[in-house]
């Protein structure tokens, strides 16, 4: 039999076929599919609105002095929360009793004053289902009224108010109420209305009676305190008292959770692993009781991240480790922290010092950081000067000898010409002496120095600013070399105009701005003599800098010795401000406020 291949079907066919047969016979089931999940889930609503009209036709139908919650106020034979199958499936069902003051006779503490403000019972079932598809709550709400007149009450009234960060009320917190005071227990929780308040009428009376929490989902939370607590004796917001027919009031605020994310650094942006410190905020729960006071750590990162669990606050960062004291923060002491936000927090550290002193120099109008201001420490014989918002980096001795790329060795530096004497008095670079006579000139070249991220230059400087005259003009000079990578290349050496052709020959000379955005720098020394027998020398030598770790409008004064001190600080349009301190403890921080 000869085969007719123009009758059969190719792979391609099939496969093409099977594929369209796919596609439709999914769409098929999913449609089957998504029409008995709609019936499914319809006939759970309709189940769930009979299980609530059967709960609502309980407590209509029950005595009127019954109609309250278990434990509860109004107090009744309803469970607050109950569970109950119907159909197979568990629901939930939340009961919600609450007595109203209705308005036709006047409401307690209005005009009139309706001293029987309890006229009618409100009563809102709600039924839930959490292993439910697609469910949404079904809740039924009514009054019930008695059937006789009202007498007079024997009870008060508690309102709770709760607001956010800016006054506005807040729908939906929670309330959790416990009577406190007697040994029959009254729990009641509900929650705010649209206008941020829940309204509790004919409260027995009692004397700090009615302890409160308000919370809600993703928001802080606010509470009252027992008086004469052995963490808070003095309480800002005690529990509540309720009087016979009056009304309380208190009031709460609960705003939406914000994120920290605290760094600690060296002022070169290296990290400062486990670093001890205390935040503390500054809304107190009682005298002298912070809210918010928790010892931390950073990690072995330096990094702390405190997501989404922090209240808006002010916080005070107070340093606790054994190891290093703080150089400054970014921002400033406190810290201001907006509700539904995130800040970050730079801790800039320095190893301890024994007695230590961080001037922190401000607007006294807006409370920033003012830079470039002069902070002086002094007392008798002794004199130091800073400048705020700049780091800087010295070298104050070379005898560790040359060969040394990366500045670590605090004592070592990269080459020299053989020009050049730092050995014979360690701390000074001088022209080499040989049989009484000097070297005509010679050349040092630094280690590299980083100063941990991009930043720019500010000032140069060394000391003595003044030279034998014997020496002749212009003995000390220096140029420097920036860069943006640490890889090894040829340093480019350049003086004030930004060229190799001139030099850096004045202490405190402004750095040339093109070398402003690299991380890294070098200098070069070039001393030179015009007698054999004078040589001009270098004690120390110097530069300043702005990077994403230098702390703005602060300096630390170090390793102080004990007694009293004077901080002079000036800034060009400001007052000046003056101020006495004693260095009597390991390290402590002044605020120097300064006036327009």
Excluded at 120 to 130: A, F, G, H, M, R
Excluded at 526 to 535: D, E, G, K, L
């Amino acid at each position: 039999m000869r085969w007719n291949s123009h009758n059969a079907f190719t792979l391609i066919e099939v496969l093409v076929g099977v594929a369209v047969f796919l596609i439709v016979g999914l769409a098929a089931y999913n449609g089957y599919a998504g029409l008995f999940r709609l019936i499914n889930a319809s006939q759970t609503k309709i189940t769930a609105l009979n299980l609530a009209n059967e709960q609502f036709e309980i407590a209509r139908n029950m005595p009127y002095t019954d109609v309250g919650i278990i434990g509860g106020i109004p107090k009744g034979k309803l469970a607050h929360t109950q569970v109950l199958n119907r159909g197979g499936i568990n629901f939930t069902v939340t009961t919600t009793v609450r007595n109203l003051d209705l308005p036709f006779d006047g409401t307690i503490g209005g005009s009139p004053n309706d001293l029987s403000p309890a006229d009618n019972k409100l009563v809102d079932i709600t039924v839930s289902c959490d292993t439910c598809i697609n469910y949404k709550p079904v809740s039924l709400t009514g009054q019930v009224a008695p059937k006789n007149l009202e007498t007079a009450s024997n009870n008060g009234a508690l309102f709770i108010r709760v607001f956010d960060a800016n006054g506005q009320p807040v729908q939906g917190a929670a309330v959790h109420i416990v009577n406190v005071a007697t040994t029959t227990t009254i729990i009641i929780d509900d929650v705010t209305d649209s206008t941020g308040m829940l309204q509790i009428v004919d409260v027995p009376p009692g004397t700090d009676a009615y302890r409160i929490t308000v919370s809600k989902s993703g928001y802080s939370t606010d509470r009252t305190y027992p008086q004469g607590g052995a963490d808070n004796p003095s309480p800002a917001k005690p529990d509540a008292t309720v009087l016979l027919q009056q009304v309380t009031q208190v009031s709460f605020a609960i705003d939406r959770l914000s994120s920290m994310a605290i760094s600690s650094v060296t002022p070169l942006c290296e990290v400062v692993p486990n670093f001890d410190f205390a935040l503390v905020g500054s809304k107190l729960i009682g005298t002298n009781v912070p809210k918010f006071s928790q010892n931390m750590v950073t990690d072995g990162a330096g990094a702390l991240s405190l997501s989404n669990n922090m209240e808006w606050d002010t916080y005070t960062v107070v340093p606790t480790d054994a190891a290093y004291d703080v150089a400054g923060l970014n921002p400033l002491n406190p810290t201001t922290l907006n509700a539904n936000s995130s800040q970050q927090i730079q801790i800039v550290a320095i190893p301890r010092d024994p007695r230590s002193v961080l001037v922190t120099v401000k607007d006294s109008a807006t409370q920033l950081p003012i830079s470039d201001a002069e902070v002086t420490l002094s007392k008798t014989g002794w004199s130091s000067t800073q400048t705020t918002g700049k780091g800087f980096i010295n070298q104050t001795d070379w005898s560790g000898g040359s060969g040394q790329a990366n500045w670590s060795n605090t004592a070592t530096y990269w080459s020299d010409d053989a020009g050049v004497d730092v050995t014979t008095v360690p701390g000074l670079v001088t022209l080499s002496l040989a049989f009484g006579t000097y070297s005509p000139s010679g050349t040092l070249q630094s280690s590299t120095f980083d100063t941990g991220s991009p930043s720019n230059f500010y000032t140069l400087t060394w000391s003595p600013a003044d030279q034998p005259v014997v020496t002749g003009a212009e003995s000390v000079r220096f140029q420097i070399a920036t860069a943006s990578t640490s890889a090894p290349y040829t340093w480019k050496f350049f003086g004030p105009d930004g060229t190799s052709a001139t030099y850096y020959t004045v202490p405190n000379t402004p750095i040339n701005t093109i070398h402003n955005g690299d991380r890294y720098l070098r200098y070069k020394i070039y001393v030179s003599t015009a007698a054999a027998t004078s040589t001009p020398t270098v004690t120390d030598a110097a530069f300043t800098f702005t990077s994403s770790c230098t702390p703005p409008g602060q300096v630390i004064f170090s390793g102080l010795s004990s007694g009293t001190y004077h901080i002079h600080v000036t800034k060009t349009g400001y007052s000046d401000f003056d101020y006495d301190v004693s260095a009597s403890s390991n390290w402590q921080e002044v605020s120097a406020v300064m006036t327009p």
